[in-house]
């Protein structure tokens, strides 16, 4: 099955600055990756995704990125902001509405 | 996307007892998940529920042990038997993404404490 490895699990950063979390996936036939922010005491919610056939996709200060070739995917969040602190969670998903597997999620901090 | 509600948000429990956690959706949704998040962990799903037919359970959980039920297109229960602390976590439930959108939605969470 698919097994999706996240990277780092925690990552400080001062406020306006950049921070970039990396995700790696291991089953070729995934071909959809969401990203989930999770604040205290929250579900996971839902912040960007990409489909297999696209590159990079960006909504405002969040961007991601994927390669297919070499299997990562990577979130990108800049002139970060003190409401961006929380866990993120990569995944893999197959096509349709198959089993989704998550990553070992990071902890943002964003420091004022 | 889906709203979906969850209750209890929380709750204290006693060893050898069993919680019921319901998951109320306000659109119909043909799959339903359930997720456990053990405390600092990612999510690992414990089961799919579609409406009709018994939840396709992941290695590791049991209907025994997770029995869910599924009476309609908007509604779910999970029930954790038995408890030990060992099933201290908190247990999302989530939907499908609407039209074009695969990701899922989650609930608040139910987290669960067994002393």
């Known amino acids: 099955g698919e097994n999706v490895e996240q990277h780092p699990s925690t990552l400080s950063v001062q406020e306006g600055d950049s921070a970039v979390i990396k995700c790696t996936y291991s089953d070729s036939a995934s071909n959809y990756f969401p990203w989930y922010k999770q604040e205290l005491g929250k579900g996971p919610q839902l912040i960007i995704d990409i489909r297999s056939n696209v590159g990079e996709k960006k909504d405002q200060r969040i961007a991601v990125t994927l390669n297919k070739t070499a299997k990562h995917f990577s979130l990108h969040i800049t002139e970060t902001q003190p409401e961006d602190s929380a866990v993120y969670f990569c995944?893999?998903?197959?096509?349709?509405?198959?089993?989704?597997?998550f990553g070992t999620g990071t902890k943002l901090q964003v420091i004022p | 996307s889906a709203v979906i509600s969850q209750k209890p948000s929380r709750d204290i429990c006693q060893r050898g007892t069993s919680l019921t956690i319901q998951c109320q959706v306000d659109?119909?949704?043909?799959?339903m998940f359930w997720y456990r998040q053990q405390p600092g962990q990612s999510l690992t799903l414990i089961a799919t529920a579609n409406q009709g037919s018994e939840a396709t359970y992941e290695s590791g959980f049991v209907i025994d042990k997770f029995p869910i039920s599924r009476p309609n297109l908007t509604f779910s229960t999970l029930t954790v038997s038995n408890m030990s602390p060992e099933d201290s976590s908190i247990y999302l439930c989530?939907?499908?993404?609407?039209?074009?959108?695969?990701?899922?939605?989650f609930g608040s969470g139910t987290r669960l404490t067994v002393v």
């Open positions: 989530s939907v499908e993404g609407q039209d074009t959108n695969y990701g899922y939605t």
């Open positions: 995944a893999g998903q197959g096509g349709g509405y198959q089993k989704v597997t």
């Open positions: 659109s119909q949704v043909t799959m």
